[in-house]
Nanobody
């Protein structure tokens, strides 16, 4: 069974940094685009950043220049380096990946990790 396991969330002061990690596990043939989404209370889940299998990246305007997404294909892991954090970055952050396995080409989600930025 394919799973995405996230780590790295927590409480940080405004201006601080955090690094989130998301590792894919299980039997799979390939991983396409990997990304991070966030969902704040009362709001819809929205894209933060994503990276294709070839390394092309996309960022939400609100995080450009502060957050940086990367991936290690050998480790089947994506990272989100978050810098200059602001209270408005507070949300649950979810990892997402397009994975081809014996069950077909599917979108997978992690369980979510809480990021809280205090002012």
């Amino acid at each position: 069974q394919v799973q995405l396991v996230e780590s790295g969330g927590g409480l940080v002061q405004s201006g601080g940094s955090l690094r989130l990690s998301c590792a894919a596990s299980g039997s799979m043939f390939s991983i396409g685009t990997m990304g991070w989404y966030c969902q704040a209370p009362g709001k819809e889940r929205e894209l933060v950043a994503r990276v294709t299998s070839g390394g092309s990246t996309t960022y939400a305007d609100s995080v450009k220049g502060r957050f940086f997404i990367s991936r290690d294909n050998a480790k089947k892991t994506t990272y989100l380096q978050m810098t200059s954090l602001k209270p408005e970055d507070t949300a649950v952050y979810y990892c997402n990946a397009d994975i081809v396995s014996r069950w077909g080409d599917r979108d997978y989600w992690g369980q979510g990790t809480q990021v809280t930025v205090s002012s």
